[in-house]
C-alpha cells in the first residue's frame, strides 16, 4: 500500500524557513517523480515543485523559484522542500504526491498535508 | 486566477446527472496533454478521480466519468449521492508554464 507521510510545517515568521518531508512506502520511490502541491486556506491547489525520480531534474512553480528547493534521499524514500525567505502568501496546507504519467504528469497517490503557517 | 477554468460550484439532487467543465487554452489541453480529476471531501487530501481524459483508477465507482474535447474537458457524475458532497479539480500541463496547472475548483452541493 503506497503511503505519503508529511513531517515538518509550523509557525514561521516572514523571511524565515522551514524544511518539509515527505517518507514513501509502498512503492520504489527512486522510480516514479515525486511533487509538491499547496492548498492555501479556503482557496484551491497550486503545484509546487517537482522532481525527477532520479532526483537530477527538479522543477519550480513560478511562485518558488529562487526561494524552494526540493531534493530527494533515495535511500532514505524521502523527499524534501526547503523553503527560504516565506511570505504570507506562502501560508498553506502541503501536500506530497507521487507522480504517474500519461500524456503529461498527475498526482495519483497523495499525503495527508503538512500545515505552514508565515506569521509575525 | 487559475489557468484551468471551473463553475465555482454546481448542485443536483440525489439521483440526478451533473457535469463540471474544465476550460483550458492552445498551451495545455488544447496542446494534447491530458486532463485529469481529483475530489476532495471537507478536510481531507484530494483523492485522483480520473486520470488521461477518461480512466478510472481501481475502486472509483463508475458514476464517475470524464471526457475532452479541444481546449475543455468535463466530469459527469451520475446517479448522485449525498457522499459525492466535495470539491473537485481538474489538472493539467501548461507547455508555458513548464508546470502543472489546476482549476480553480467546483463545489458540488447534494440537495
Known amino acids: 500500500e503506497v503511503q505519503l507521510l508529511e513531517s515538518g510545517g509550523g509557525l514561521v515568521q516572514p523571511g524565515g524557513s522551514l524544511r518539509l518531508s515527505c517518507a514513501a512506502s509502498g512503492f520504489t520511490s527512486n522510480t516514479y517523480a515525486m511533487s509538491w502541491v499547496r492548498q492555501a486556506p479556503g482557496k484551491g491547489l497550486e503545484w509546487v515543485s517537482g522532481?525527477?525520480?532520479?532526483?537530477?531534474?527538479?522543477y519550480y512553480a513560478d511562485s518558488g523559484k529562487g526561494r524552494f528547493t526540493i531534493s530527494r534521499d533515495i535511500p532514505k524514500n524521502t523527499v524534501h522542500l526547503q523553503m527560504n525567505s516565506l511570505r504570507a502568501e506562502d501560508t498553506a496546507v502541503y501536500f506530497c504526491?507521487?507522480?504517474?504519467?500519461?500524456?503529461?504528469?498527475?498526482?495519483?497517490?497523495w499525503g495527508q498535508g503538512t500545515l505552514v503557517t508565515v506569521s509575525s | 486566477q487559475s489557468v484551468l477554468t471551473q463553475p465555482p460550484s454546481v448542485s443536483g439532487a440525489p439521483g440526478q446527472r451533473v457535469t463540471i467543465s474544465c476550460t483550458g487554452s492552445?498551451?495545455?489541453?488544447?496542446?494534447?496533454?491530458?486532463v485529469h480529476w481529483y475530489q476532495q471531501l471537507p478536510g481531507t487530501a484530494p483523492k485522483l478521480l480520473i486520470h488521461?481524459?477518461?480512466n478510472r483508477p481501481s475502486g472509483v465507482p463508475d458514476r464517475f466519468s470524464g471526457s475532452k474535447s479541444g481546449t475543455s474537458a468535463s466530469l459527469a457524475i451520475t446517479g448522485l449521492q449525498a457522499e459525492d458532497e466535495a470539491d473537485y479539480y481538474c489538472?493539467?500541463?501548461?507547455?508555458?508554464?513548464?508546470?502543472?496547472?489546476f482549476g480553480g475548483g467546483t463545489k458540488l452541493t447534494v440537495l
Open positions: 488521461g481524459n477518461t
Open positions: 522532481i525527477s525520480g532520479s532526483g537530477g531534474s527538479t
Open positions: 504526491a507521487k507522480v504517474s504519467m500519461a500524456t503529461g504528469p498527475y498526482f495519483d497517490y
Open positions: 489538472q493539467s500541463y501548461d507547455r508555458s508554464l513548464s508546470g502543472s496547472v
Open positions: 492552445s498551451s495545455n489541453i488544447g496542446a494534447g496533454y491530458d
